[in-house]
C-alpha cells in the first residue's frame, strides 16, 4: 500500500504530465508558454506584426470624419474607399502610399465569401450607397432641419448635438460605422484569420512544426496570420501588447465596443475571454499545438459575435426608452436607432461557434432592416418592432434583453 507521501508525489507527476502533454495528441511532450502579455519573439526580435490591419483602421477613420465633412464629394470618398497606391486620398501621407483599402477587405472573408463573391459584391454596395446617399441627399440639406420625407440636421435636447439624417431618420455615418464593424473587422477575425481555412492553407503547418520563416521576416506565416486578427481587434490601442489597460480608447471600431460591453455589469469578463484567447492561441501555434488554437479561435468567435449581438440590442433598446418618454427627443432616438442598425447589419458577418454559419443570415439581417426602415423609417417605427427584433437576437445568444438593454 503506498503511504501518503508516496501519493502526493504521484499526484504531482501526474499533474505535471498533464500539462506538457497539453491538447497535442500527436507529441506528448509539447508544452505551451503562455506569455503574461501578447508579447513574443524570436532571437530577441518581436514576431508580432499587423500593420496592414493599423493601415485599414487609420484609413476606415478618415473615411468617417468624410461623412460629416459636406464639402466632400462622393469621387473623393469613394476614392476613400477603395484606395488605390500612390492616390492622394487621405491627409496621413503614409496612408497615401500604401497599397491597402478598406473596401477591398469588406465581406472578404475566406470562410464566407471566397465562394460568394455575388453577395460580397452585393454588401460592397450597401457601403458605396451610403456613401452615395450621403452625399447626394444629407449634403445638400445640412443647414436645413430635417422633418419625415426630407434629409438635414436634427438637434438633441437641451442644445445637444446636431444629427445629419436621411428622409427616414438614419444617420448614414453611423449605419457605415457599425456596418463596418461587422464587415471588416468582426468578418476578418472570425470568417479569415482565425480559420482553419487560412491558418492550415498551403504548407502553413509543416512550415510552422519546423519553423520556417516568412521570406524576410521574424515570423512563420501561421504565426503571422493569428496576429492579423488580433490587429483588427486591437490595432489602436495605447499599448498592443495589453490592450485592456486602455480599453475601447481612441477608436471607432471593434475595440472600442469590446470596452463598452465590458462595462456592462451583466458581461464583465468578455474582454479578458477575448483577449486571453488570443494570447493563448498565439502561444499554441508556436508551440504547435493546433487543437489548442482551435479551442481558441472558437472563444473568440462566439465573444466577439456577442459583442456585435450585445450592442445592436442596447441600442435599440435605447431608442425604444426615448420612444417612450412623454416627450420625444427624436435626435437622440435617431442616433441610437442609426448605431443599432448598423450592429444589426453586422450580425451576418458574426459566426457560430464549431459551425461554419454566422448567427444570422444575410437574408434575415435585411428583413430586420426592412421592418426596422418601413414607411417613414424612425420617425414613425414602433416599439413593438424594436423589442421584436431584440428578442430575436437575444435569442439567439446566452443573453436576454433586459441584460444588454441597460
Same mark, same amino acid.
Given at each position: 500500500?503506498?503511504?501518503?507521501?508516496?501519493?502526493?508525489?504521484?499526484?504531482?507527476?501526474?499533474?505535471?504530465?498533464?500539462?506538457?502533454?497539453?491538447?497535442?495528441?500527436?507529441?506528448?511532450?509539447?508544452?505551451?508558454?503562455?506569455?503574461?502579455?501578447?508579447?513574443?519573439?524570436?532571437?530577441?526580435?518581436?514576431?508580432?506584426?499587423?500593420?496592414?490591419?493599423?493601415?485599414?483602421?487609420?484609413?476606415?477613420?478618415?473615411?468617417?470624419?468624410?461623412?460629416?465633412?459636406?464639402?466632400?464629394?462622393?469621387?473623393?470618398?469613394?476614392?476613400?474607399?477603395?484606395?488605390?497606391?500612390?492616390?492622394?486620398?487621405?491627409?496621413?501621407?503614409?496612408?497615401?502610399?500604401?497599397?491597402?483599402?478598406?473596401?477591398?477587405?469588406?465581406?472578404?472573408?475566406?470562410?464566407?465569401?471566397?465562394?460568394?463573391?455575388?453577395?460580397?459584391?452585393?454588401?460592397?454596395?450597401?457601403?458605396?450607397?451610403?456613401?452615395?446617399?450621403?452625399?447626394?441627399?444629407?449634403?445638400?440639406?445640412?443647414?436645413?432641419?430635417?422633418?419625415?420625407?426630407?434629409?438635414?440636421?436634427?438637434?438633441?435636447?437641451?442644445?445637444?448635438?446636431?444629427?445629419?439624417?436621411?428622409?427616414?431618420?438614419?444617420?448614414?455615418?453611423?449605419?457605415?460605422?457599425?456596418?463596418?464593424?461587422?464587415?471588416?473587422?468582426?468578418?476578418?477575425?472570425?470568417?479569415?484569420?482565425?480559420?482553419?481555412?487560412?491558418?492550415?492553407?498551403?504548407?502553413?503547418?509543416?512550415?510552422?512544426? +519546423? %519553423?520556417?520563416?516568412? &521570406?524576410?521576416?521574424? /515570423?512563420?506565416?501561421?504565426? $503571422?496570420?493569428?496576429? @492579423?486578427?488580433? !490587429?483588427?481587434?486591437?490595432?489602436?490601442?495605447?499599448?498592443?501588447?495589453?490592450?485592456?489597460?486602455?480599453?475601447?480608447?481612441?477608436?471607432?471600431?471593434?475595440?472600442?465596443?469590446?470596452?463598452?460591453?465590458?462595462?456592462?455589469?451583466?458581461?464583465?469578463?468578455?474582454?479578458?475571454?477575448?483577449?486571453?484567447?488570443?494570447?493563448?492561441?498565439?502561444?499554441?501555434?508556436?508551440?504547435?499545438?493546433?487543437?489548442?488554437?482551435?479551442?481558441?479561435?472558437?472563444?473568440?468567435?462566439?465573444?466577439?459575435?456577442?459583442?456585435?449581438?450585445?450592442?445592436?440590442?442596447?441600442?435599440?433598446?435605447?431608442?425604444? +426608452? %426615448?420612444?417612450?418618454? &412623454?416627450?420625444?427627443? /427624436?435626435?437622440?432616438?435617431? $442616433?441610437?436607432?442609426? @448605431?443599432?442598425? !448598423?450592429?444589426?447589419?453586422?450580425?451576418?458577418?458574426?459566426?457560430?461557434?464549431?459551425?461554419?454559419?454566422?448567427?444570422?443570415?444575410?437574408?434575415?439581417?435585411?428583413?430586420?432592416?426592412?421592418?426596422?426602415?418601413?414607411?417613414?423609417?424612425?420617425?414613425?417605427?414602433?416599439?413593438?418592432?424594436?423589442?421584436?427584433?431584440?428578442?430575436?437576437?437575444?435569442?439567439?445568444?446566452?443573453?436576454?434583453?433586459?441584460?444588454?438593454?441597460?
Amino acid at each position: 500500500m503506498m503511504n501518503i507521501t508516496t501519493i502526493k508525489n504521484w499526484a504531482v507527476a501526474l499533474f505535471s504530465i498533464t500539462i506538457l502533454t497539453s491538447c497535442g495528441d500527436d507529441d506528448p511532450g509539447i508544452v505551451i508558454n503562455e506569455p503574461a502579455t501578447y508579447v513574443f519573439e524570436r532571437n530577441g526580435e518581436s514576431t508580432v506584426s499587423f500593420s496592414g490591419q493599423t493601415t485599414r483602421t487609420l484609413m476606415a477613420e478618415e473615411i468617417l470624419s468624410a461623412f460629416k465633412d459636406p464639402t466632400k464629394s462622393q469621387q473623393t470618398i469613394d476614392a476613400m474607399f477603395a484606395h488605390t497606391e500612390g492616390s492622394a486620398d487621405f491627409t496621413n501621407a503614409d496612408l497615401n502610399v500604401s497599397d491597402k483599402s478598406v473596401r477591398s477587405k469588406t465581406a472578404a472573408s475566406s470562410d464566407l465569401f471566397s465562394s460568394n463573391t455575388a453577395l460580397s459584391a452585393e454588401i460592397k454596395s450597401d457601403f458605396d450607397s451610403w456613401i452615395a446617399e450621403q452625399v447626394d441627399t444629407v449634403f445638400p440639406n445640412w443647414e436645413l432641419e430635417a422633418s419625415v420625407g426630407v434629409a438635414g440636421q436634427i438637434q438633441e435636447a437641451g442644445g445637444g448635438s446636431i444629427r445629419y439624417v436621411n428622409g427616414k431618420g438614419l444617420e448614414l455615418n453611423q449605419a457605415f460605422n457599425k456596418g463596418l464593424i461587422g464587415a471588416l473587422f468582426v468578418d476578418q477575425i472570425v470568417n479569415n484569420y482565425v480559420s482553419t481555412s487560412v491558418l492550415d492553407a498551403g504548407n502553413n503547418v509543416p512550415e510552422n512544426n +519546423a %519553423g520556417v520563416l516568412s &521570406e524576410g521576416k521574424s /515570423y512563420t506565416n501561421m504565426e $503571422h496570420k493569428w496576429d @492579423e486578427a488580433y !490587429g483588427y481587434a486591437y490595432a489602436k490601442a495605447a499599448d498592443e501588447t495589453d490592450p485592456n489597460a486602455t480599453l475601447g480608447e481612441n477608436d471607432s471600431f471593434l475595440y472600442k465596443y469590446i470596452g463598452r460591453v465590458e462595462g456592462d455589469e451583466d458581461f464583465t469578463g468578455i474582454a479578458d475571454e477575448i483577449y486571453n484567447a488570443f494570447k493563448l492561441g498565439r502561444a499554441a501555434i508556436v508551440a504547435g499545438d493546433y487543437e489548442v488554437r482551435d479551442v481558441q479561435a472558437e472563444i473568440i468567435r462566439e465573444k466577439i459575435s456577442t459583442v456585435i449581438a450585445v450592442r445592436a440590442v442596447y441600442y435599440l433598446q435605447q431608442g425604444k +426608452a %426615448g420612444l417612450e418618454q &412623454e416627450t420625444v427627443d /427624436y435626435a437622440s432616438v435617431f $442616433h441610437s436607432l442609426s @448605431e443599432g442598425l !448598423g450592429f444589426v447589419y453586422g450580425l451576418q458577418f458574426t459566426r457560430q461557434p464549431n459551425s461554419e454559419s454566422p448567427y444570422f443570415t444575410n437574408a434575415e439581417v435585411n428583413a430586420m432592416m426592412d421592418d426596422l426602415m418601413t414607411r417613414n423609417g424612425f420617425w414613425d417605427v414602433s416599439t413593438t418592432t424594436l423589442d421584436d427584433i431584440s428578442n430575436d437576437i437575444a435569442a439567439k445568444f446566452s443573453f436576454t434583453v433586459e441584460e444588454a438593454g441597460s
